[in-house]
C-alpha cells in the first residue's frame, strides 16, 4: 500500500505544469579571513549562475569572511549598507540575479563587539528586500575536542521576518543552527512559504550524523523546497565545515548536491509542485489546533492608553473620564488600522489581576489584527498580554495619557 502511494504520488508531481518553474544554484564555499579573495570567488559563481539561466543565487553564511579569532571576527565585521554589501549589489544589478546572502557579519554600531548574523536578500536592482538576524546562536563546548561560543562574537536577533515573494517563489529566511528549531520553519509555512533557506556553516561531526535528515525533515514536514547552502573544507586551524549543500523538494528527495569541495550546484524549482503536493496530502488542514498551535509573539503594533489619574479599576473613573477614554480609544482605532492596512482591531480592558492586568492602573489595550496573527485562534492574544505588558515602564509600548 505504502509503495502505491509513493508512486503515484512520483506519478502525479512529474505531469506539473511548467509555467512556475525557476532555476537556482547554490554556491558552496571555504571562506577565510581575506574578504577581498572570497568575494572574487563569489563573483565568478554569479557569472556561471547567469551562464545557467538561473534567477536567484544562494550563498552560504560567512560568505563574507571566517576569522581566525573571536577578535577578528569583530573588527572585520561591516555594516548592512558598507563597502562589503555594496560589491554584491553591484553584482546583482550588473547580472540581473536576485542574491541569498547568508550570514553577513552585520555590525551593529550601537554594540560594535557584537554584530548580527544576517540573512540579507537582495533583488536584481541591488536593493534589500529581507534582512534576517539569526535567532539560535550556536554554542558549543566540549573540552578537548571541540569550542565553537557564537555569543561571544555575534549576538542574536529579536524578531522573526515574514517570508517575502522572489523571482522563484514566497521564500522564509533561516542560518544554520536555526535548522534543529522545527518550530521557525512551520511558522514560516503558516505565513506562506514555498521555499525555505538555511544558510549555514555545520561543523564536520555534526553534519555527518544530522544534516541531511534535518533537512529533508524540514522540507517534508513543511512541504516546502529547502535550500542549504553550505561552507565546506578548512577555513584556518580551528575550523573546518561539512559540506554538502544541496537543495530538496517538498517530497524529500534530494534533487542537487555538491560534495566536499568549493562547487556550485543547480536545481530547478517548481511552485506548482508545492501547491500540488499540499492538495494531495493537506497535512496543514489536519493540524490539531483545538489542542496545540502555533503562533509567536507578534505585539509590535499595540497602544496602551491611560487616565492619567492612577486607578486600578475601570470603576473608579469618573463618568467624564470614562467618556474620554473611550473616545480617545475609537480615535486610535480608526488611526492604526489605517497606518497598518487592517480593518480588525482588539479593544480590551483586563480590569483586575485575575483578568490577567499585571499593571496596576486602568489601561484599554488597542491593536491592529491580522489574520492568524497568533496562530489558529484570535484568543491566543490575551495570553502574551499580561508579559507584554510589564514593559509599559520601560517604554516598550505606545502609551497615550489623557489628561
Known sequence: MLTALKSAFRRAMTTSSTCRRSMIAVC???????????????????????????KMIFFPECFDFVGRTKEEN????TEENGAVMERFRSLARESG???????????????PQRPWNSHVVIDDEGKTRALYNKLHLFDLEI??????????????????????DTPIGR??????????????????RQKGAEILSFPSAFTVNTGLAHWEP???????????????????????EKRSSYGHSMVIDPWGAIVAQC????????????????????????VFAHRRSDLYTLHVNEIDNDVLICPKRVCNHLTELTDAETADLFIVAKKVQ??????????????????????????????????????????????NLYRDLATHDKFVLSGFLNLVFLE
Open 259 to 282: 560534495s566536499e569541495r568549493v562547487d556550485m550546484c543547480f536545481a530547478e524549482i517548481d511552485i506548482s509542485y508545492v501547491s500540488e503536493l499540499r492538495s494531495m496530502q493537506p
Open 143 to 164: 573540552p578537548g575536542k571541540v569550542r565553537l561560543m557564537e555569543s561571544e562574537f555575534s549576538k542574536s536577533g529579536t524578531q522573526m521576518v515574514q517570508p517575502i
Open 214 to 236: 534535518l533537512l529533508r525533515a524540514r522540507a517534508i514536514e513543511t512541504q516546502c523546497y529547502v535550500v542549504a547552502a553550505a561552507q565546506t573544507g578548512k577555513h584556518n
Open 334 to 379: 480608526r488611526m492604526i488600522e489605517k497606518v497598518h492596512g487592517v480593518s480588525s482591531s482588539t479593544v480590551c480592558i483586563q480590569d483586575g489581576v485575575d483578568a490577567g492586568q499585571t499593571v496596576k492602573h486602568v489601561h484599554v489595550h488597542v491593536l491592529a489584527r491580522r489574520k492568524d496573527d497568533f496562530g489558529c485562534s484570535p484568543d
Open 97 to 111: 540575479l536576485w542574491i541569498s546572502l547568508g550570514g553577513l557579519h552585520n555590525k551593529d554600531p550601537s554594540e
Open 28 to 54: 558552496q564555499l571555504t571562506s577565510d579571513h581575506d574578504i577581498d579573495k572570497n568575494f572574487e570567488i563569489c563573483k565568478d559563481m554569479v557569472r556561471r549562475a547567469t551562464d545557467q539561466k538561473c
Open 74 to 77: 569583530i573588527s572585520l565585521a
Open 171 to 188: 521564500l522564509g529566511l533561516s542560518i544554520c543552527y536555526d535548522l534543529r528549531f522545527a518550530e521557525l520553519s512551520l511558522w514560516n
